[in-house]
Structures are given as C-alpha cells and as structure tokens.
C-alpha cells in the first residue's frame, strides 16, 4: 500500500550505542535535520536544508536511533487530516480510504503501518494525539517546557509541544525519556525535577491503576459521535475493573476553548510565517522595483490555502482596533480554561475522554467545510491552552471497524500518571 507517509526518505544513522540502538525512529518534517531537506509540507520551503539539528534529533541520535526519513505532514501544522500538505495527503494504513488525522498524520502512519518504530510529531492543538487515534497508536502531548523546541520551526509558540507516537504506551515513554529535558538553547524548557517529577517514564507503564480516581468531563462527551461515547465506555468499565474509580465533572469554559485556540494559534501563525518573503525564506517573488508586489506574490505561490486562510485570521486578530476585541479576549478565556483544568485535577489524578469526538474522516471530506475540521479539535485543544500533558492510547473500534482513542489528561510534570493510566489500556 502506498500511503504517502514519507516526503523524504534519507537515512540518518545514530550512535552504535544507547537506549534506543537498533530502533528507527521517524521525524516529523517541521523539526530541522543538518543537510536533510525540512520542508513543514509546504511549497515555501520545498528545497530547505537546515544547517543544524534540533535538539530532539541530537538525543534521538546520542541514543542510538536512526532516522529512516522525514513524515508528511499537514502545510507548517495546520490541519486535522494531513492534507494539505503540498507533497499530497497521507492515507490511513489502519483505515484505507479515510484520513491518517494531522498534522503529525504521516508520523502516525508510518507507524501504524510498521515502516518506523516510532516516530516523533508535534501537537499545537492536539496534533500527535489526533493521528494517535486516527492511526490506532499510542501518541504524547507533553507537558509545554519539558521538551525542547530548538530547531522547530514553528507554528504557535506558545502551544506546541514535540511529542512521540509509538505502538505501545511502554514505548512511547522510552522515546520521551530520551527527548525530555531543559536545554540551554531554549528558554522555556523546564527541568521536571525542579517540578517534583522524575524522568522515568517506561517504568510507569506498569498498568497498575488500583486506586487511580478518574475526573470525567462531561462537556468532552457531548456532541461527540455516538459510537465514538460507547467504546469511551467501554474502556472506562475495564479501567473499573482494574481498580480504578472515576466521577463527572464540569469544565464550563471548554465551551469557548477551540474559538480561544484558533484566535491564539492564527495570531502567532501569521507573526511567525512573516519571515517566509521570498528574500530570508521561501520561494522568490522576483523583483520588479515594488517590495510589496514581490512579498505578495512569494506568499501566494509558496503557501497554500489553509496556510493563508490561517494567516490572514490571524493578522486580523492582532490587527490595531480588534487586538483587545478577539486576541486578548481569546487570553482570557485560555485563563480561565487552566483554572478550570487544575481545580478538577485537584479531584483526581487524571481526567479522561475520548480523543478525537469523531472517527477518522474519508479523505477529502473535510477539504470544503474548514469549520468542520477546527470543530474536530474540540477535545485537544483545551489542554495545549492548559498547558497540559496528555496521552492518546487505542480504546477500541466503532462498528465500522474504525480506530477510537482514549485520552487521558494529567497535572503539569505528571507524565507519569496519564503513562500508567494508559498502560493499563495499551
């Protein structure tokens, strides 16, 4: 099967030694490889070659793993599907005919379909754990601070998180042993000693939840679909069966959380790609004595059409008159969303859901109605405005056959305890 989830197959060979020798280990294409082509999925950046790691690839390689290629991926993460990418979509390996889910899709996919041992991809609003569960994989959002961003070429600063995907949670947990950590060349990295945390994640998959108390928002289940609620069920009663325990709970700001993400999101999106003008970055738009021209038409055959779709919302948000009407609004109600998670957390060890409040969707269902691929976001977004780890682990299929993933969300610094409660899953 020809799925389409490389855009650059070059082998990158680690060290001969490790915790991960002998394992492959895909990247994401927005995370910068020395010499290796980093396009984002985009026509801007289609002949880019970094001249550095990022720090996740020097860990990846001092641990021993190498790096079969560089995964498709939704144009610089924007997207649910991994379609708009210009490389062409990815189709899902698991579910042939529907979407892979994005914008990690083609991380998730080479998983799924056993060309990588793992892979890594990056959540800006849920972006490893809706391929995780499109894909049937186990995928990590972690905590903002614990990973580095060095070398991401980034979407929305303030959001994303570099995260793994992996057949098992075990193995999930060993690859971000390996790329968790404070690193000099980013500041907002955070040592999760400092937090009263360790780094031993892979231990903590030990499926061991006798006593975990599960906080269960009720607003993540409503409106999602009805098979998608049943298997949540389903996977709650084995967790019971387990030992574990769970009650409701009410987060009323997650009524406003995907409109504060995308208005956030789209504003740093259009302050970050500023610097693709065809003159630092990107495709040239020639010079005929009028800079504007030259800009306007660098951005209009480099980007594509979510990509300015994004770019502009995001310019209008920030722009002078509606800043205080949209963007700082929006800041607000990421306030009042954090608040909301911790005192629930307050009550329980983790908060469960489903990951995704559909099934994956058939490729290009979603291409003509944009609302309708923000809206899938509902149950991810809200924890990257939280700042929040989270993991997606396979929960079951609905009756179609289709995979359905579990999502379990912690403290900040507590991997350890959405890593157990997904063991005992996956």
């Given at each position: ?322 800043h205080d009407k949209y963007y700082r609004k929006a800041q607000d109600a990421r306030a009042w969303i954090k608040q909301d998670f911790d005192e629930a957390l307050d009550e329980a060890d983790v908060l469960a859901s489903p990951t995704m409040p559909v099934p994956p969707f058939e490729l290009g269902e979603s291409l003509e109605d944009p609302l309708k691929m923000y809206l899938a976001d509902a149950n991810t977004t809200p924890i990257n405005l939280a700042n929040l780890p989270a993991i997606s682990v396979p929960a079951g299929e609905t009756d179609d056959g289709l995979p359905v993933g ?21």
């Open positions: 099967m020809s799925y389409n989830g490389y855009i650059t197959e070059q082998r990158i060979e680690g060290g001969d030694d490790g915790p991960l020798a002998g394992k492959t280990v895909a990247v994401k294409d927005n995370i910068s490889t020395d010499g290796v082509v980093t396009t984002c999925g985009s026509a801007m950046l289609a002949e880019y070659e970094p001249p550095y790691d990022a720090t996740v690839v020097e860990r990846l390689l001092d641990a021993g793993a190498a790096i079969p290629g560089k995964t498709n991926m939704d144009e610089f993460g924007m997207g649910t599907t991994t379609e708009t990418s210009a490389f062409g979509a990815t189709e899902n390996p698991t579910a042939p005919g529907h979407v892979p889910g994005g914008s990690s899709g083609g991380s998730a996919a080479v998983v799924a379909a056993g060309d990588a041992d793992m892979a890594l991809g990056t959540d800006t609003g849920g972006s490893v754990r809706c391929p995780a569960a499109f894909c049937g994989v186990v995928g990590i959002k972690p905590t903002y601070g614990l990973v580095s961003r060095y070398g991401l070429i980034a979407y929305a600063n303030s959001l994303e998180q570099i995260g793994p995907l992996a057949p098992t949670v075990e193995e999930a947990a060993e690859l971000l042993e390996v790329i968790a950590g404070p690193d000099e060349n980013d500041a907002t990295t955070r040592d999760a000693r400092e937090q009263g945390a360790t780094y031993e994640y892979a231990a903590a998959a030990d499926g061991d939840v006798e006593g975990l108390e599960i906080g269960i928002p009720t607003e993540l289940l409503d409106g999602a679909d009805e098979g998608i609620v049943e298997t949540f069920w389903d996977a709650i009663d084995d967790l019971e069966s387990a030992g574990a325990s769970y009650h409701e709970v009410s987060l009323p700001s997650l009524e406003h959380a995907v409109e504060a993400y995308y208005v956030i999101a789209m504003g740093e999106a259009s302050s970050n790609l500023a610097r693709f003008d065809g003159v630092r970055y990107g495709v040239s738009g020639g010079y005929e004595g009028n800079w504007n021209d030259s800009f306007a038409r660098s951005r209009d055959e480099g980007f594509g059409e979510e990509v300015k779709r994004r770019v502009l919302l995001g310019t209008y948000a920030l722009s002078a008159g509606y579990m999502q379990f969300v912690g403290p900040a610094f507590g991997e350890e305890q959405i890593i157990r409660a997904g063991s005992a899953l996956a």
